[in-house]
């Protein structure tokens, strides 16, 4: 049996035409979306979803294209997904929320809060940077690190076919590489997110490859028109800016005039390996 995030209600809500996406919700106050990262499911926040349900409404979806939500052929434009989120807190009965996401989670997030900016509160992104940013500062050796990013964005095919081959392989090697402490992911979690992972290849390559096109052409426009976040942001984010030799903090305040950023001393899932300092950060988000 799939995990669940315990006290939560389950629902599946229609986003879109002909898709709907997999939402845990629970709690009761100002409400809260949670957008997860890769190769992960809306599982990654069990803890810090259980400690905001004390005094918000959270709502935890799979993105489309992930977990137990609708996998559709074709768009995965950051742009399309956000505006599945905006659809879905609506259905719920909210037109303003709080949006925090992680990884790919985090460029929906960004793509909705530019999007959106009336109908999201409250904006926080854990360990990652704008799509553009991300394509810039990755360059030479220091590119070895994104070679899955490289390997997506290849015309389709390939890319579907050498994943699905050793999918368990594959989706791994990212939940040990990017994770300093193993028992952050226990064995029933881990299997969950290898399991959705290894069910969704296609949608996962399809999302990456819109990363590497339509939603760089998107963060271009914005940047060019001086489009920024509008409302409090905080960004979380390992220090491997410094490694890489760019300013992390610098690039996000080019997008948010109201930024704070905080280095976190964890790995890459650091919502299930640092819950607490994430609680922390988001409640203070949530205050400002």
């Known amino acids: 049996m799939t995990p669940r995030i315990t006290g939560f209600d389950y629902q599946r809500v229609p986003v879109a035409d002909g898709v709907a996406l997999n939402v845990a919700i629970g709690g009761a106050g100002r409400p809260i979306v949670l957008?997860?990262?890769?190769p992960q499911t809306h599982l990654m926040w069990r803890h810090v979803a259980a400690d905001l349900a004390a005094d918000h409404?959270?709502?935890?979806?799979?993105?489309?294209?992930?977990?137990?939500?609708?996998?559709p052929d074709g768009d995965y434009a950051k742009r399309v997904m956000a505006a599945d989120v905006v659809a879905l807190a609506r259905q719920l009965g909210h037109d303003r929320f709080a949006?925090?996401?992680h990884d790919r989670g985090a460029l929906v997030a960004v793509r909705a809060g530019l999007d959106?900016?009336?109908?999201?509160?409250?904006?926080?992104?854990?360990?990652?940077?704008?799509?553009?940013?991300?394509?810039?500062?990755?360059?030479g050796r220091s590119a070895a690190v994104g070679f899955h990013l490289y390997l997506m964005a290849q015309p389709p095919g390939l890319p579907e076919a050498m994943i699905a081959a050793s999918a368990d392989d594959f989706f791994g090697y990212f939940l040990d590489l990017w994770t300093r402490d193993p028992a952050a992911i226990p064995?029933?979690?881990?299997?969950?997110?290898l399991a959705a992972s290894r069910a969704a290849v296609?949608?996962?390559?399809a999302d990456y490859r819109a990363s590497a096109g339509i939603d760089v052409e998107h963060d271009e426009v914005d940047r060019a028109a001086g489009n920024r976040l509008r409302m409090p942001v905080t960004v979380l984010q390992q220090d491997w800016g410094a490694a890489l030799g760019f300013d992390a903090a610098g690039l996000w305040r080019a997008w948010a005039a109201d930024l704070r950023h905080q280095t976190v001393s964890c790995g890459h899932f650091m919502a299930e390996e640092a819950p607490s300092v994430v609680i922390a950060a988001l409640r203070e988000l949530l205050s400002r």
């Open 35 to 38: 957008l997860h990262g890769f």
């Open 57 to 71: 409404t959270v709502i935890a979806p799979d993105l489309r294209g992930y977990g137990d939500s609708d996998k």
């Open 99 to 101: 949006l925090a996401g």
């Open 116 to 139: 959106h900016p009336d109908a999201v509160t409250h904006l926080a992104s854990l360990d990652v940077l704008p799509t553009i940013d991300m394509w810039e500062v990755m360059r």
């Open 187 to 193: 064995a029933d979690i881990r299997a969950a997110y």
């Open 202 to 205: 296609s949608s996962i390559v």
